[in-house]
């Protein structure tokens, strides 16, 4: 059965903090897949291509929840396992959290490594934010050019989602709505009269403020 709703990273954020001269910079992303997030982790590992380590970890929501983590040649269990534990402790899914880090030439050891790559996936993870996945009722709704007006007004005043309009012979909108399917096409029939189609689509996850 698929999951309702999941919590995720808000924005792309990028922190960084220096501890006993060696520089760790967090990078955190919302991802869908594992491809997506082996992608952004390599657009890190390129742009800081002379960084010591690039330890990451990452959960994501596929047929069921995959997570991955890796010390890159850190102490075992010291990087990895400490950033993918942030992930965790605050329920997160489809994100990715790196952590790289330019050694200063002083050594941490294993907890001041741990507390480091901790510190520096947490701080990141604040800076991002969360929000709230939902999964969510989508469709087409083809209508007259004349009830653009009120459907739109009724879309604003119900918190409807329009991610697409299209002009062509009726005008046809691609919306997402926090509703049932079937009780907003119900709503919406009421306003224009029954003069109007709606085609479901698959359900998607949305962010509803």
């Known amino acids: 059965m698929q999951t309702q709703s999941y919590s995720t990273v808000k ?3 990028r922190h960084e903090i220096i501890i006993r001269k060696s520089r760790f910079i967090g ?3 919302h991802v869908t897949s594992e491809e997506e997030a082996l992608s952004r982790l390599q657009d890190v590992r390129t742009e800081f291509p002379d960084a010591s ?3 990451y970890a990452y ?10 983590f890796s010390d890159d040649g850190e102490p075992s269990g ?4 400490p950033i993918l534990q942030v992930i965790n402790s605050r329920e997160l ?3 990715l959290v790196v952590v790289t880090r330019y050694f200063g030439g002083i050594k941490l050891g294993a907890g001041g490594l741990v507390r480091a790559y901790t510190r520096t996936a ?8 969360t929000v709230c996945m939902v999964l969510s009722s989508r469709g087409i709704i083809s209508i007259d050019y004349a009830q653009v007006g009120p ?5 604003r005043q119900n918190g409807v989602h329009i991610v697409d309009t299209e002009y062509r012979d009726k005008v046809n909108m691609t919306v997402v709505t926090s509703m049932k399917w079937d009780d907003f096409c119900g709503m919406l029939n009421e306003v224009c009269n029954g003069r109007l189609e709606c085609t479901r689509l698959s359900p998607v996850f949305h962010a509803w403020e």
């Open 151 to 155: 459907v739109e007004y009724f879309l």
């Open 78 to 81: 010291t990087a990895g396992m």
């Open 59 to 68: 959960a994501v929501r596929q047929e069921s929840l995959v997570q991955r």
């Open 11 to 13: 924005q792309r954020m």
């Open 53 to 55: 380590h690039h330890c």
């Open 93 to 95: 899914q489809n994100v």
């Open 122 to 129: 947490a701080e990141v993870l604040d800076e991002a934010g």
């Open 27 to 29: 990078d955190v992303f």
